[in-house]
Every structure is written in structure tokens, then in C-alpha cells.
């Protein structure tokens, strides 16, 4: 499914944040393709501490012509200056028009998403991931069956990185170790 011609790189790679991957974030952005996006989360940082490390990604993302999403509600993205908002279908079907990214585990959750109107749906995980250590992942032919009856634009997620990308050939994807190291 074509993505949303506002948002372009919806095509492109997504690094997500975490406490785990902080360190390497600015190195990360440089590398990243023009086009990329960010999704920051770093839900281990208290409020205050969160926004200043936004404020910090989202320059350097910016300088490298990057989309940057931030985890909570349409209101607190728009709030902190972001391009859009990540989560669940439940927190971001209020608020400002903003791209929303959302995320699935499921085909109930897909139907969330569409309903909540969401710009993309991040299918996860498509592995194992250091992210939920021991959870189930979806695996290769159940992500392209999920990813099928979407209805919207699947950013893969979960244990990705580029030789996976590659052999999957999602028409997007996101990591955070897999971007980040």
C-alpha cells in the first residue's frame, strides 16, 4: 500500500530509542539516509530529562533532513515541536493532526490502527528482540500475512537489521540495536 505522499519517508528506515541505544544516537542519525526517521522513546528518563534529550535528537536529526516522531499522545508530539506520534491506537486517536504511527502486535491490533486513522502500523516483532527477551515473534510468513490484510503502510520491527531487511524486503523498517551499533 502506497504511504502518505506529506510523509515520504515512511519508505525509509525508522530508529527507534532506548536506554540501550542512547549513547549511539547522534552517530546513528549521521548514518542514517537522508530520509530516515527517528521515533524517540526513552520512557527510563524522567519528564524533563525526556524533553531536553528530544530537544537534542531532534536537531541533529533535522540537520540530516529526518522525520522525528515522539512516543505519547497527537498533543504532547505536537507540544514538543514533533512531526508526529507513536503508540498505541488507543492514545493517538485524539489530538492534532500529525503523522501517527502506531504500533501491532496483532490482526486486531491492524484493525485498531486503521480505525484510529494511522498514517503507518509498526508490525512487531518480526524476531526475537533484546526489547521483549523470551516473547513470541511473529516470524517471516506470518509478518507478510499480517502485513497483507494491514490496509495501511507495515514498518517491520522487532530483531531487524539490514541482512534481515534485506531478505525480508519490508517496504519499511525500524530497529533500535540493529540501527544503533
Known amino acids: 500500500m502506497p504511504v502518505p505522499e506529506r510523509y515520504p519517508s515512511l519508505t525509509r528506515l525508522w530508529l527507534l530509542t532506548d536506554a540501550r541505544n542512547d549513547a549511539a544516537l547522534e552517530a546513528a542519525l549521521a548514518r542514517l539516509p537522508r530520509?530516515?526517521?527517528?521515533?524517540?522513546?526513552?520512557?527510563?528518563?524522567p519528564e524533563a530529562q525526556r524533553r531536553a534529550r528530544f530537544r537534542v535528537l531532534a536537531r541533529v536529526a533535522r540537520r540530516f533532513g529526518h522525520c522525528v516522531v515522539l512516543s505519547g499522545s497527537a498533543a504532547q508530539a505536537r507540544r514538543w515541536g514533533a512531526d508526529g506520534a507513536y503508540g498505541a491506537a488507543a492514545r493517538l486517536t485524539r489530538g492534532p493532526v500529525l503523522l501517527r504511527l502506531v504500533t501491532?502486535?496483532?490482526l486486531r491490533e491492524l484493525g485498531e490502527a486503521r480505525r484510529a486513522r494511522a498514517d503507518a502500523?509498526?508490525?512487531?516483532?518480526?524476531?526475537?528482540?533484546?526489547?521483549?527477551?523470551?516473547?513470541?515473534?511473529?516470524?517471516?510468513?506470518r509478518f507478510r500475512l499480517l502485513s497483507q490484510r494491514a490496509g495501511l503502510p507495515v514498518i517491520a520491527l522487532g530483531g531487524m537489521n539490514l541482512p534481515r531487511a534485506r531478505a525480508l524486503k519490508p517496504a519499511a523498517?525500524?530497529?533500535?540495536d540493529g540501527l544503533s551499533t
Not at 35 to 45: A, I, N, W
Open 104 to 106: 501491532a502486535h496483532s
Open 121 to 141: 502500523v509498526l508490525l512487531s516483532p518480526v524476531w526475537p528482540s533484546a526489547s521483549h527477551p523470551g516473547g513470541k515473534a511473529l516470524g517471516t510468513l
Open 173 to 176: 523498517w525500524a530497529a533500535i
Open 35 to 45: 530520509g530516515s526517521g527517528l521515533v524517540l522513546r526513552h520512557y527510563h528518563l
